[in-house]
């Protein structure tokens, strides 16, 4: 059984930092481009940011880009999202997904807020 888990969200003040976790098990995570999507209340879903497998390329939201870092760690079937300088706008639930040409797995979201 494929899980991804996510951990690390929680509440911050703005101009603070956070860094958002994602295990994956029952898949190897090598094999699969990672990512983290988030969602605000009222909104829909937006990619924030996502990184290939081995070679692979890294792609931001604008919104992101100079403030959030994605990263992975094979070895720990695990990608990661560092976010610095928070914003109330990037208030949301934050999921990770690992997908390829066949499959698409997605974990249950870590709420992250930002607000003083």
């Known amino acids: 059984q494929v899980q991804l888990v996510e951990s690390g969200g929680g509440l911050v003040q703005p101009g603070g930092s956070l860094r958002l976790s994602c295990a994956a098990s029952?898949?190897?995570?090598?094999?699969?481009?990672l990512g983290w999507y988030r969602q605000a209340p009222g909104k829909e879903r937006e990619m924030v940011a996502d990184i290939g497998s081995v070679g692979g390329s890294i792609n931001y939201a604008d919104s992101v880009k100079g403030r959030f870092t994605v990263s992975r760690d094979d070895d720990k079937n695990s990608v990661f999202l560092q976010m610095n300088n928070l914003t109330p706008d990037d208030t949301a639930v934050y999921s990770c997904?690992?997908?390829?040409?066949?499959?698409?797995?997605w974990g249950q979201g870590t709420q992250v807020t930002v607000s003083s």
């Open positions: 029952g898949i190897t995570s090598s094999m699969f481009t």
């Open positions: 997904r690992a997908w390829g040409r066949v499959y698409d797995f």
